[in-house]
C-alpha cells in the first residue's frame, strides 16, 4: 500500500488591506485576486514537480473549488472534481464573519493559541469533531495505492493530524496546526503506518 494524501489550503480571499474576517462554513467568498495567483502556484508546482492526482477532493466553498480546479487545470489530465463533506470548513457560531480582532476581544488570545496549537475549538464553534476525525481515519484505512489532492480551509485540515496518534505526536514540533492560505501538507501511509511528509509547505510563485 502507498496512498498520499495531498492537503491543500484556499487562496486567499481578502485584498491587501482589507481587515481579515473569521469566515467560514457559512460565509463563501470567492478567491481574492491574490488568492488565484497562489492557486496558480500550486498548480504549476505540483506539474512541475510530476505529481499526478488520481482524485481530487474538495469541499463545496467557492474557494475551495476554485482553487481544486485552478490546480487540476495544470495537470495534463486531470480527474473530475468531488465534493466532499468532511472538507467543509467549520461554522464559527457568533463568530462567523466577525473582523478577526472583534473574535480577539470576545474569546481571548490564549483560546484562538489553543485551537491553532490542539485543535480545542472555542466554546460556540460548531466543529463536528467526532465525524470528521472518522472521515480521516476512514481515508488513512483504505489501503489502496493512490495519490489524492484535497482542497479545503484552515479550520478543517487540521483534523488529519489529530486523526492519528503518529501524525499528532509528529505535528507537535510544529510551530502551529494552521496551513497558510496557498499552502499545503502530505500525509503518506504505507504498510509501515502513518507519515507527516510536510505541512505548511507555500509554493514559491
Known amino acids: 500500500m502507498n496512498r498520499t494524501l495531498v492537503i491543500v489550503r ?7 488591506g482589507e481587515p481579515p474576517r473569521r469566515i467560514g462554513l457559512r460565509t463563501d467568498p470567492p478567491l481574492a485576486p491574490s488568492g488565484q495567483v497562489q492557486a496558480r502556484a500550486l498548480g504549476r508546482w505540483f506539474a512541475e514537480h510530476g505529481w499526478r492526482f488520481d482524485r481530487i477532493l474538495s469541499s463545496p466553498l467557492r474557494r475551495t473549488r476554485e482553487t481544486a480546479e485552478t490546480i487540476g487545470a495544470a495537470q495534463a489530465t486531470a480527474p473530475p472534481i468531488e465534493p466532499s463533506d468532511l472538507l467543509a470548513e467549520i461554522d464559527h ?3 462567523e464573519n466577525r473582523l478577526e480582532s472583534e473574535v480577539v476581544d470576545r474569546i481571548g488570545v490564549q483560546v ?3 485551537w491553532d496549537r490542539h485543535g480545542k475549538a472555542p466554546e460556540g464553534w460548531k466543529v463536528e469533531r467526532a465525524a470528521r476525525l472518522g472521515g480521516w481515519r476512514e481515508l488513512f484505512a483504505q489501503g489502496r495505492d493512490d495519490t489524492l489532492l484535497l482542497v479545503t480551509s484552515n479550520g478543517a485540515a487540521r483534523f488529519a493530524l489529530l486523526a492519528d496518534a503518529v501524525l499528532t505526536a509528529q505535528a507537535g514540533a510544529l510551530p502551529s496546526l494552521k496551513l497558510r492560505t496557498g499552502a499545503f501538507g502530505m500525509v503518506e501511509i504505507t504498510e509501515a503506518g502513518v507519515r507527516l ?5 507555500r509554493p514559491d510563485r
Open 93 to 95: 457560531g457568533v463568530d
Open 197 to 201: 511528509a510536510a505541512w505548511d509547505v
Open 112 to 114: 484562538l493559541a489553543d
Open 10 to 16: 484556499h487562496g486567499n480571499t481578502f485584498s491587501p
